[in-house]
């Protein structure tokens, strides 16, 4: 269900699509094939992992080395935005997605699929805290407890049309996650 609800997201996307935090690619197969697709990922040692999979995928591997922070893409330059599992471990929220709406052409889209913070006062949100300091120090920066939906109304998007769900975890868990998008 929970791929299904990401391929729905992503398949309708054409155009230019840029990937912030594009990992080793996960999504690369889900998106329309005539896409023309940029993947910006900071960390190195995915690159080659990112390039053969881009590959497989028959897409040009046009990878960018830079954090979200700071696109190396003009103003207006792409019609779509991607970030699966980002939000959660760039440093600073709001940079990247003032960068998001800044390089997404007016009309296009923010497209996201993340894991944010349970409602305050859940054992989940109790959980998520104690869970933090390691998930921050351990995981690549990954934060669980952001409220990443108020972050994406904050930002400069004209409208924004948001899921929220539990994703199973597995020994009866479940972690609260939003889908959707914003439009430029
Ligand atoms: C949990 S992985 C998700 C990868 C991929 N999006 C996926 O769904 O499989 C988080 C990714 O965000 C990247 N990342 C961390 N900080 C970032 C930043 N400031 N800007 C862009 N990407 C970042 C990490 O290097 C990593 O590849």
Redesign the pocket.
């Known amino acids: 269900m929970y791929e299904t609800l990401k391929r729905d997201l992503l398949r309708g996307l054409s155009g230019t699509v840029l990937?912030?935090?594009?990992?080793?690619?996960?999504?690369l197969g889900l998106l329309n094939p005539g896409a023309e697709w940029i993947g910006?990922?900071?960390?190195r040692r995915?690159h080659d992992r990112l390039r053969v999979n881009a590959v497989r995928h028959d897409r040009k591997a046009r990878i960018l080395d830079?954090?979200?922070?700071a696109i190396p893409l003009g103003d207006e330059s792409v019609d779509a935005v991607?970030?699966?599992?980002?939000l959660?471990?760039?440093?600073?929220q709001e940079a990247?997605l003032a960068e998001v709406a800044r390089v997404l052409r007016p009309g296009g889209r923010f497209v996201f699929?993340e894991h944010v913070a349970a409602p305050a006062g859940t054992p989940t949100r109790w959980l998520q805290r104690i869970w933090a300091p390691f998930s921050r120090r351990f995981?690549?920066?990954?934060d669980p407890v952001r409220d990443t939906a108020a972050a994406i109304r904050r930002a400069a998007f004209a409208q924004v049309e948001t899921r929220d769900f539990d994703m199973p975890v597995g020994l009866g868990l479940t972690v609260p996650f939003i889908a959707g998008y914003a439009r430029r």
């Open positions: 990937e912030i935090g594009a990992g080793a690619g996960a999504n910006l990922e900071p960390d995915v830079a954090p979200a922070e991607v970030s699966t599992v980002v959660c471990s760039v440093d600073d990247a699929f995981d690549r920066g990954c």
